[in-house]
């Protein structure tokens, strides 16, 4: 007789437990596509996704400005319009996450080996190359799919060739940014900090919190490197700007496909 309680005890909080974790999964995704819901509720979707994101990488609860979740919305928003529509330089988004799921599994493993969260390792090289191993220079001389400069390559212990193994490469973005985020180690939002140091250097990006920080504005201190570049000089440049907010967007989509007509899994399951 007690067996017998003891397994219909269990089988009751078996059942509880399931039925609360569906409903918290389905309470937490939002009713309505991306694509077809208003501005607010964008608004809405990105701030809640992006705290996500953020508790995610870092283990913090980040706190955003208005502005800087508007940047991120308004990222997510260029790149929904992608998805099915291709032209004018622009690949169909379908395609990138094509490419990221192949890459997927070398990429997190890599940085999760360095401690650093997968979703770094996911995200970095699609707003860097949207995972294309670039065998051609940009005109900085960037190449593979993490962009790496061959200088920089060089610091790291690569050579011009190794650029493009993408696992060389991206065992070099990871130790890069945990260099990078050493060098913010003191800062609550130094992920946040890593990645504009990925695209704009580390002692930049410190000179220009130096510029910018101050007592109103430092709990965000990267919505202060984003919210006015004017103050900082001529080299921070739009691209500066709006990388860490593609970085949440494209993150932010990456994990929930499905909330943009994707019927796949996010790019971290795989």
């Known amino acids: 007789m007690y067996l017998r309680r003891m397994a219909v005890l269990a089988a ?12 918290g999964a389905q309470s937490a ?57 291709a032209g004018a330089g622009r690949t169909d ?3 990138v ?15 999760r ?21 670039i065998q051609s220079a940009s005109p900085m001389g960037a190449l593979g799919m993490f962009q790496f400069l ?8 690569l050579s011009k060739e190794e650029l493009l193994d993408v696992g060389k490469s991206a065992d070099a973005a990871a130790r890069y940014f945990t260099a990078s985020m ?8 130094k992920e946040a900090l890593a990645l504009l140091a990925y695209n704009r250097g580390v002692q930049r990006t410190s000179r220009a919190l130096k510029v910018l920080l101050n007592d109103q504005n430092k709990r965000c201190s990267i919505c202060a490197l984003t919210s006015d570049r004017s103050k900082v000089d001529e080299t921070f440049s739009p691209e500066n700007t709006l990388y860490v907010p593609r970085f949440f967007a494209a993150a932010i989509i990456g994990e929930n496909p499905q909330s943009f007509g994707l019927q796949m899994q996010p790019l971290s399951s795989y």
């Open 113 to 133: 080996a360095h401690n650093v969260s997968p979703l770094i390792g996911l995200y970095l090289p699609w707003i860097e190359s949207e995972y294309i191993n």
């Open 182 to 189: 050493e060098a913010f180690k003191d800062d609550p939002m």
């Open 97 to 111: 996450f094509e490419r990221g799921q192949a890459q997927a599994p070398l990429l997190s493993a890599t940085f």
């Open 29 to 85: 995704s939002p009713t309505k596509a991306y694509q077809d819901m208003s501005r607010a509720e964008r608004l809405a979707f990105v701030h809640e996704q992006a705290r996500r994101i953020a508790r995610e990488i870092s283990g913090n609860d980040y706190e955003f400005t208005a502005a800087f979740e508007v940047d991120i919305q308004q990222a997510v928003t260029r790149y929904a319009e992608r998805i099915g529509k």
């Open 93 to 95: 988004l379908r395609l």
């Open 12 to 23: 009751v909080i078996f059942f509880l437990t399931t039925n609360t974790i569906q409903a």
């Open 150 to 157: 061959p200088t920089t390559g060089e610091h790291f212990g």
